[in-house]
C-alpha cells in the first residue's frame, strides 16, 4: 500500500513565488528515485500561506531511503556556496519557508472518479 507524506511549508506572504521557482527547478529530481510514485505542490488559493509538497511512496522503507540519501540533502540544504543551486561566486539562496511540518497518510478510501473516461 502506498504512503503518503506531505510537507506543510508556510512561507511568508510575498515568497510563494519563489518557492514554486525553485521547486519548477528540480522537477524530476526524485522521478528515478526507487519507491517514487508521484509529486505534487499545492498552492494555497485562499490567503493561506502554507504550501502543500504531496508526495507517494511504495512504502516508508522507500521513503526513508530517499530521505536519508545525500540527493536529499542537496536538496535541501540552505547553507553553503552552492545550496539552493548558488552558482560559484554567487550568495546562497535564503530558505524561503518560515517553518513545516512532515505528515503522513495511508489512503483509508476515495474515488478514482471520470478519469477513466
Excluded at 7 to 36: C, Q
Aim: charged letters at 25%; a negative charge; aromatic letters at 8%.
Amino acid at each position: 500500500m502506498s504512503i503518503i507524506k506531505i510537507n506543510a511549508i508556510t512561507v511568508a506572504a510575498d515568497s510563494g513565488d519563489e518557492l514554486a521557482k525553485r521547486f519548477a527547478a528540480r522537477a524530476g529530481a526524485v522521478d528515478d528515485r526507487d519507491g517514487f510514485e508521484g509529486f505534487e505542490l499545492l498552492q494555497p488559493t485562499d490567503g493561506r500561506t502554507t504550501w502543500l509538497v504531496v508526495t507517494r511512496w511504495r512504502d516508508e522503507e522507500a521513503f526513508n531511503a530517499w530521505a536519508s540519501s545525500p540527493a536529499f540533502g542537496q536538496g535541501h540544504r540552505s547553507e553553503g556556496p552552492h545550496a539552493s543551486g548558488a552558482a560559484e561566486g554567487e550568495q546562497p539562496k535564503k530558505p524561503v519557508g518560515v517553518s513545516s511540518e512532515l505528515w503522513s497518510y495511508v489512503v483509508a478510501g476515495g474515488s478514482s472518479g471520470n478519469l477513466g473516461s
